[in-house]
């Protein structure tokens, strides 16, 4: 069964700090992604990865930015956390695309997120 | 632009009774459509997707590209459905998913 998992379930921060979220999967899938979830706006992807070294900017990429050393970990980074920051995010991991068909996401359990 | 539509935040029904889930896409070519499910304190996780034509805990989705929907259906609804559901578009050209913003289902006893 593919593991995906997320460094904290829950978090506490300060405005202006810097904020690392850990992801890491144990499947050897090439694709991770990293989203927030909020109440009525349903899940907006941030950045996802295809490959180490590699990244690609979602829907809402302002404010975060992105690391893949390895395969297998994937790094959510708020630059400067604010308040409006203040969300679930949630780490997932594919198998790539392929002519066929696409793969479908794993889900870690999610960091809820709060910027004081 | 809004590539997933779920019209219904909140949905209730009383178990036993059909429910459906309402998802409406917009998208040129040939996606791929996907159902996701969150219950109550756990991670979200994949509960069917269209191309394998299979019923998962009950649950049917029929993609119809005539009218760019994958509702879901499920004839006689429990109280373990109670959940938030998400329909999900995969492009078929990439890696990229596009969700919608859920739909809170509530089966009352």
């Known amino acids: 069964d593919v593991k995906v998992t997320q460094s904290s379930r829950y978090l506490v921060k300060r405005t202006g700090e810097k904020v690392f979220l850990e992801c890491v999967q144990d499947?050897?899938?090439?694709?991770m992604f990293w989203y927030r979830q909020d109440p009525g706006l349903g899940l907006r992807l941030i950045y996802f990865s295809y490959d180490v070294k590699m990244k690609e900017k979602g829907d809402i990429p302002e404010g975060y930015s992105v690391s893949r050393e390895k395969k297998e970990r994937f790094s959510l980074i708020l630059e400067s956390a604010s308040t409006n920051q203040t969300s679930m995010y949630l780490c997932?991991?594919?198998?790539?695309?392929?002519?066929?068909?696409?793969?479908?996401?794993?889900f870690g359990d999610g960091t809820r997120l709060s910027i004081l | 632009a809004q590539r997933v539509t779920q019209p219904e935040k909140l949905l209730s029904v009383f178990k036993g009774a059909p429910v459906e889930l309402k998802c409406n896409y917009s998208?040129?070519?040939?996606?791929?459509l996907f159902w996701y499910v969150q219950y109550s304190r756990q991670r979200l996780q994949l509960l069917l997707r269209h191309i394998s034509r299979e019923s998962i805990k009950g649950f049917t989705a029929d993609l119809n590209k005539g009218e760019t929907s994958f509702h879901l259906k499920k004839p006689f609804a429990q109280e373990e459905d109670s959940a938030m559901y998400y329909c999900?578009?995969?492009?078929?050209?990439?890696?990229?998913?596009?969700f919608g913003t859920g739909t809170s289902l509530t089966v009352i006893p």
């Open positions: 998208y040129s070519g040939s996606p791929e």
């Open positions: 997932a991991s594919s198998r790539p695309w392929t002519l066929h068909s696409n793969q479908p996401q794993h």
């Open positions: 499947m050897d899938h090439e694709n």
């Open positions: 999900a578009l995969s492009p078929n050209t990439g890696n990229q998913f596009y």
